[in-house]
Antibody, heavy 118, light 111 residues
Framework: EVQLVETGGGLVQPGRSLKLSCVASGFTFNNYWMSWTRQAPGKGLEWVASITNSGGSTYYPDSVKGRFTISRDNAQNTLYLQMNSLRSEDTATYYCTRRDYGRPFAYWGQGTLVTVSS | DVVLTQTPPTLSATIGQSVSISCRSSQSLLHSNGNTYLNWLLQRPGQPPQLLIY???RLESGVPNRFSGSGSGTDFTLKISGVEAEDLGVYYC????????FGAGTKLELK
């Protein structure tokens, strides 16, 4: 069974940094692209970052480019999201997702809540 | 950037009623490889989203066949043929032809 478990969320001040982790199990992690997607409280979904299975290429929307960095450790079956220069508008639940070919949002973790506030 | 416009934003239905949700894209979602990467998700309250439909019309494993997807190019539709109580929640279309973009969501409520 595919499992994705996110950790690392919490309360952080504006301008500070936070690193999220997602531990994957139940599948061969290094065979799949992975992504982060977020959801602000009471709002819709926003794609945040994607990374190829090898980690060699990464992709971001303009809203986080230059501030967020997605990475992975295939030996540890773990996906990361380093978030720098955090803003109040980054407050959201952050979900880890597995990107299957043709089914890019087939598997989701339960999410971890990040609150950016002074 | 691709914008997905979902209508209606809210849908009230009775159990057993058939309903449709529209998702319109600001540009064609037909990829150069011939696939159209348009998917539909359902998010029940307090839960992460779940995939219902991928590649416009393919039913995800385990999803009831009362759900169906159709469309091409820029216009897509999700149909529920006979709403059941477990179908309540927010429906999102999402495209992955040009990066990834989500629609704003359609909330399905009981009338």
């Amino acid at each position: 069974e595919v499992q994705l478990v996110e950790t690392g969320g919490g309360l952080v001040q504006p301008g500070r940094s936070l690193k999220l982790s997602c531990v994957a199990s139940g599948f061969t992690f290094n065979n799949y692209w992975m992504s982060w997607t977020r959801q602000a409280p009471g709002k819709g979904l926003e794609w945040v970052a994607s990374i190829t299975n090898s980690g060699g290429s990464t992709y971001y929307p303009d809203s986080v480019k230059g501030r967020f960095t997605i990475s992975r450790d295939n030996a540890q079956n773990t996906l990361y999201l380093q978030m720098n220069s955090l803003r109040s508008e980054d407050t959201a639940t952050y979900y880890c997702t597995r990107r299957d070919y043709g089914r890019p949002f087939a598997y989701w973790g339960q999410g971890t809540l990040v609150t950016v506030s002074s | 950037d691709v914008v997905l416009t979902q209508t209606p934003p809210t849908l009230s239905a009775t159990i057993g009623q058939s309903v449709s949700i529209s998702c319109r894209s600001s540009q064609s979602l037909l990829h150069s490889n011939g696939n159209t990467y348009l998917n539909w998700l359902l998010q029940r309250p307090g839960q992460p989203p779940q995939l219902l439909i991928y590649l416009v019309s393919r039913l995800e494993s385990g999803v009831p066949n009362r759900f169906s997807g159709s469309g091409s190019g820029t216009d897509f539709t999700l149909k529920i043929s006979g709403v059941e109580a477990e179908d309540l929640g927010v429906y999102y279309c999402v495209q992955s032809t040009h990066a990834n973009t989500f629609g704003a969501g359609t909330k399905l409520e009981l009338k």
